[in-house]
């Protein structure tokens, strides 16, 4: 229930003028070298890697998600503010908490 909550507040948060803010690349997970080549579009947020984990980070939210194990190359794709993101074929949840808590 906490996290539909959540997820109503960071889809809340998303400029309702603007355009939608998407991030976008490529991502591949083999043995022990994983890759994220990733970039956001029409929004001003950070994106970090360490490992699978990818974090992107805007002024209010703090977004994660885990890339599955042992991949080919594969597209990304996640809308701010939506609970899954697309890798490839696969659907992935997403993690998401205030920025700063």
Known sequence: MIELILAALLVAQRPETGPECFVSGEVSSQRQEVKALLAPTNCPI?????????????????VQVLIPEDIDTQEFVYQ??????????????VSYKPAGG
């Open 46 to 62: 950070e994106i970090h890697q360490d490992g699978r984990l990818i974090t992107m980070t805007s002024p209010k939210w703090v």
């Open 80 to 93: 701010w503010g939506q609970a899954e993101a697309k890798i490839g074929a696969h659907t992935v949840v």
